[in-house]
């Protein structure tokens, strides 16, 4: 199985800052990534697929790139609306398999 | 518009089973690939299966193999996700989610089953 390792578990950040979550995959799987949002109670929500495409509803400031085996979400100029927890997720090869999710609360 | 509508919460006891349904309304049943993800409380997602059914074709995750079962029913524009051997470490919020350019785009409301005695 692709092991997805993510950083940080948790991440303080106020309105207005940048953020950056990675996730780094145990094998190559360029560009089979994405990332979803989740809040309490929620369903997630995907953000970004392969590597870098925004789903047509999400706002510009997330964004997505990659460098080998490592991923980076990044949310520029956060919005109070943005704290939740993020996952990336692969989906080169069965079975798919999540990071273990980046908590973004209020610094 | 693409929904998933989700069965009601369950509580079972250890070594049985559970079955939770996922309607789906929007697009053409049948011609997209239905995933199952579950959230045990407090933990991250973990992908469960996938079935296919224009295709046939339904994967598993290893962990799950012999105790899952994922099941379409065309008609009712239902998917069924059935666990059985239940244990404590089941309980968790089960997700139904679309595929849509090979990705989970479109996610149920979640289903939570307790398995306790």
């Known amino acids: 199985d692709i092991q997805m390792t993510q950083s940080p578990s948790t991440l303080s950040a106020s309105v207005g800052d940048r953020v950056t979550i990675t996730c780094r995959a145990s094998?190559?799987?360029?560009?089979?990534l994405a990332w979803y949002q989740q809040k309490p109670g929620k369903a997630p929500k995907l953000l970004i697929y392969?590597?870098?495409d925004l789903e047509s509803a999400v706002p510009s400031r997330f964004s997505g790139s990659a460098s080998g085996t490592d991923f980076t979400l990044t949310i520029a100029g956060l919005q109070p609306d943005d704290f939740a927890t993020y996952y990336c997720?692969?989906?080169?090869?069965?079975?798919?398999?999540f990071g273990q999710g980046t908590k973004v609360e209020v610094k | 518009q693409v929904q998933l509508v989700q069965s009601g919460a369950e509580v079972r006891m250890p070594g049985s089973s559970v079955k939770v349904s996922c309607k789906a309304s929007?697009?053409?049943?049948?011609?997209?690939?239905v995933s199952w993800v579950r959230q045990a409380p407090g933990q991250g997602l973990e992908w469960m299966g996938e079935?296919?059914?224009?295709?046939?074709?339904?994967n598993y995750a290893q962990k799950f193999q012999g105790r899952v079962t994922i099941t379409a029913v065309e008609s009712a524009s239902t998917v069924y996700m059935e666990l059985s051997s239940l244990r404590s470490e089941d309980t968790a919020v089960y997700y139904c989610?679309?595929?849509?350019?090979?990705?989970?785009?479109?996610w149920g409301q979640g289903t939570l089953v307790t398995v306790s005695s």
């Open positions: 989610a679309r595929i849509y350019v090979s990705v989970l785009w479109y």
């Open positions: 929007g697009g053409i049943f049948g011609s997209y690939s």
């Open positions: 079935i296919m059914p224009l295709a046939g074709k339904i």
């Open positions: 094998q190559s799987l360029s560009p089979w």
């Open positions: 392969k590597t870098s």
């Open positions: 997720q692969q989906y080169k090869t069965y079975p798919w398999t």
